[in-house]
């Protein structure tokens, strides 16, 4: 049956993981009926044989209102979820924030192309939401259901969209897991505003926490430094919601800049967290009755892990704040609550318990007198059976006598074919196979049923110790989710640290205006790359915000445009995230929105032209990015003819450098543009120096001041080994178009 169970979890693993919703049912279905149909989808599973450690898996309801979309997530496998309300445009950035593994879509015909746009776009799993809308009363009651008695407290300040949509997603849950999950901790409501807006788009191109399929080559890989699955899914999301407020991210630096000047701490901490098992998902399990001792022995050992941890960060001399708060989070005080959980749990659970209640034998001696009573019963019921054989043995003189027992007939006597007739008259025949004979006795039956009972009387005791303690766990969910949370803060700080100490890096200045200098800014993805190739990155600088705003960027080919946007964005994602950053000195404006568009062709979304999918996303830029916003526009118009592209593309420059005011980074092949851009007054020439490299490379990648001349495309083909013959012929039919003028002309000014 057990076994059965487990077989059945492989096939519907992977299922899921493929986006599919399974229902489970019995067959043929068990007597009365009246269980509910399980049924799975891949946003409310809680096995950790589908779900992935280090990544959030949130299930979203959009509830839409008017010209407002109430969002509302949770994470049934940790308990984690949340609320915003997005305007019809600001759709993406949430969703992007949120990062749901499924969306179910409320007032399905009422969803607006923007949400519709944001959820292809995101590349996220959504359908619509097929059950009853709940608002007003309907809706209070389900959220009666999930938080107890607490829930208008816990709810106080939420708007209706949002209510509703928390409302449709416990419902949902109801419906196909069977039950709410218990003792929910209370979702939080995210203010748009105190995180940095980045869609999904931009997430994408960046690549900060996926490269394509993969995960390595991410900003993600370079700064995961953590030890636990719980720091791991913090700061994933954190980098999908960077911070805005400078305090609140200067308080985060001062913890990362403690870590990294206390390498002793750091290193002490991340021992301590790297045996600190995922509490968090222990009581995703057990809120919805899907539990086995295992996970108590999770919540046991995580509360002692925590004391450790807590113990260890005490022995840092002049901790920052957030670093004190976290050692008086991670204690776990004897004050009831908490403290006598973990006392309950380590009296009651062996060290290492199986994982589910039928294995068994995962209470400890004399933790339960009845318990040991019935075990001692059942053991000595066994003991006498052992030598009731032996008794056997000796009397019929038939040595390979055994007593046995099976699922099918229970105890019995198994002796050969060959000997059975020389069995007495007490021994009554059971079953005759080809090479033995099963036999029952008086005596055995007598022995079997008194060990039989006791075994069962042990096991519902067992199970009963089981529930108990699953009821003590869950009433302390609050208190040790808490506790979880601080230890994957801490892991998160600890982490980021490491990475700081590993990469060189130093601390950004966070200021609140839009200035923004970085100075020997590198790309921490590239640079680690080339370091593994034994090469070294080329830094450079960038100074926007104040006077000059926009940087037109223009150089040849594979001169490094691409990567030095892209570095001045990921700098500064990563010093709003709180993390030290690749650099010799940093200093950053905050930035509201971080927007980032690459014009290739290899962004090809199903259905829509790579040139349309191109304009869509510019578009959203031009009505979203405010004068406090960042933005890279990588090659915008390359989708289609010279002619348009170069007209648009030069049409949203100036609407950013007029209307928006925003800061641009603006990297083009179109040297046309650079005429338009030095009559714009905020506007910056800059280009990709066209020299040789120091080694054998093709470029110096370095951005100075002025305008490209070429594209250089001869010099690529020549690195790329052309014929000789072609480039010759390239260079004199380049002759003919450009007249005398040399091509290899360098950038100027
Ligand atoms: P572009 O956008 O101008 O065509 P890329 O940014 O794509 O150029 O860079 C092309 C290649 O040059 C990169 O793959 C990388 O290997 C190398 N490169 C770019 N910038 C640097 C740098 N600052 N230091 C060292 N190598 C670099
Ligand atoms: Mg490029």
Known sequence: MRRSCLDRRRPVGRLLSAGHKVALSEQPPSPGGDRPLQRLTPGTSVDAAVLAPGRTNNLAVAFTAGETVGFAWLDVSTGEGGTAMASVEGCGPALAQIAPTEVLVARWPETSDALAVALRSGGTRFGKLDRPELVGAAADGVLAAAYGPGA???????????????????????????????????????????????????????EVLASGASVEGTLLSVLDRTVTP???????????????????????????????????????CREELSGLPDVLRAYGRLSLGKAGPRDLAAIRDGLERAQAVAAHL??????????????????????????????????????????????????????????????????????????????????????????KTNTLIGYHVEVPAAAAKGLADGFTLRQGLASSARYTTTELDRLAAEQVGAAERVAAIEERVFR??????????????????????????????????????????????????????????????????????????????????????????????????????????????????????????????????????????AGRSTFMVEMLETAAILKQATARSLVILDEVGRGTSTHDGLAIAQASMEYLHDEVGCRTLFATHFHELADAAEAMPWAVCMAMDASPGRHDEMFAFKVRAGRAGQSYGLRVATHAGMPATVLRRAAELLGQVTGTKDHEEGTSG
Request: net charge neutral; with cysteine; glycine share 8%.
């Open 468 to 605: 108990e303690l699953v009821s003590a766990a869950l009433a302390q969910r609050m208190a040790v989710t808490r506790i979880a949370h601080a230890a994957a803060a801490l892991d998160l700080v600890c982490g980021l640290g490491q990475a700081a100490a590993e990469g060189l890096w130093v601390e950004p200045e966070l200021a609140d205006d839009t200035l923004l200098e970085i100075e020997g800014g590198r790309h921490p993805v590239a640079e680690q790359l080339l370091e593994a190739e034994g090469r070294s990155f080329v830094p450079n600088d960038c100074r926007i915000g104040s006077d000059d705003r926009l940087w037109l960027l223009t150089g040849p080919n594979m001169a490094g445009k691409s990567t030095f946007l892209r570095q001045v964005a990921l700098v500064v994602l990563m010093a709003q995230v709180g993390s030290f950053v690749p650099a010799t000195r940093a200093r950053v404006g905050v930035v509201d929105k971080l927007f980032s568009r690459i014009g290739a062709s290899d962004d090809l979304v």
């Open 230 to 268: 719980a720091g791991a899914r913090l700061l994933a999301r954190q980098l999908a919601a960077p911070l805005t407020k400078p305090d609140t991210i200067r308080r985060r630096l001062a913890m990362v800049r403690f870590m990294v000047n206390n390498p002793p701490v750091r290193a002490g």
């Open 314 to 403: 005490a022995t840092g001399e002049n901790l920052p704040v957030g670093l004190a708060t976290a050692a008086r989070e991670l204690r776990v005080s004897d004050d009831g609550g908490k403290g006598a959980l973990a006392g309950t749990l380590r009296r009651a659970l062996v060290p290492s318990p199986p994982a589910t209640i039928g294995e068994g034998g995962f209470v400890v001696e004399e933790y339960h007198v009845e318990l040991d009573a019935e075990r001692m019963e059942a053991a000595a019921a066994k003991e006498a059976i052992g030598k009731l054989q032996d008794r056997y043995v000796q009397q019929t003189g038939i040595k390979s006598l055994r007593i």
């Open 152 to 206: 208008p407290d816990a709810l106080r300040g939420f708007s209706p969209p949002e209510l509703s949509a928390l409302a449709a997603l416990l419902d949902y849950v109801r419906a196909t897991a069977g039950r709410l999950p218990e003792a929910l901790p209370p979702p939080r409501r995210a203010a748009i505003n105190d995180t940095m807006e980045i869609d999904a788009p931009t997430l994408r191109g960046l």
